[in-house]
């Protein structure tokens, strides 16, 4: 055995180097593509590509684990995050004739990874996992211990493995009022759009209430 693989299976020197990562370098605000001044990491938090996660105001990260690869995770302003967010925005490449261990990110096909996008004033429980290519509606609340496999729709309760959305967050009525009071008017949804967006969902989830 070489000097570097006794190294790389000393648990002495393996632990210390974890403990430097998960601590101390994925913190480093300077790696991502873009963090804003008034977001909280509270280690230990594993970041791999920093320069490809976007993190916008009034955010908190504690205790994730956040997997990008050759796309993006963006979260947008004003969410809340708890502990043991869980993000991956890669997939694995099956190729004949190769062994999936085997093949780099490098030779990847493209488009194979895909963003990860949390919109803005969205709740993420405990132990939440977003798989890549997942968008997460504004104003989406994600239960506890979920899976979010695919698109969540704005203003819903999503839980369960994979999530669904089980309810409607507020009524048209109160989430007028609620953009109301916190965006542009321009930034809005209007009550048309609110009342198609909730007859979209109903016929795609019949049984949400």
């Known amino acids: 055995m070489g000097l570097k693989e006794k190294l790389r299976n000393n648990f002495i020197i393996r632990g210390v180097y974890f403990l430097f990562r998960d ?3 994925d913190c480093r605000r300077s790696r991502f593509g873009y ?23 009034d ?8 997997m990008v690869t050759n796309a993006k995770f963006i979260m947008n302003a004003h969410c809340m995050a708890s502990e043991g967010l869980r993000v991956t925005t890669g997939n ?6 190769r062994f999936s261990s ?24 405990r132990n939440v996992t977003i798989l890549s290519g997942v968008t ?3 104003g989406a609340t994600i239960g506890a211990c979920s899976l979010v496999s695919k698109d969540i729709p704005p ?15 507020w009524t048209i009525d109160e989430i007028l009022y609620h953009e109301e009071q916190l965006y542009p008017e321009t930034e809005r949804y209007t009550r048309e759009q609110l009342e198609k967006l909730f007859a979209d969902i109903k016929a795609k989830y019949p049984n949400i209430k």
């Not at 938090?45 to 490809?52: A, D, G, K, T, V």
């Not at 085997?102 to 969205?122: A, Q, R």
């Not at 203003?155 to 967050?169: L, R, S």
């Open 59 to 66: 955010n908190f990260l504690r205790n994730a684990d956040i």
């Open 23 to 25: 601590y101390f370098w």
């Open 136 to 138: 997460i509606g504004r």
């Open 35 to 57: 963090i804003a001044d008034d977001v909280t990491l509270m280690p230990p938090l594993r970041i791999s590509n920093p320069e490809n996660v976007y993190i916008y105001e």
């Open 92 to 97: 694995h490449a099956m190729v004949l004739g």
């Open 102 to 125: 085997t093949i780099t990110e490098d030779e990847k096909p493209k488009g194979l990874d895909k963003d990860v996008v949390v919109e803005s004033d969205v709740w993420l429980g």
């Open 155 to 169: 203003y819903c309760v999503a839980v369960g493995v994979p999530a669904k959305p089980i309810k409607f967050k």
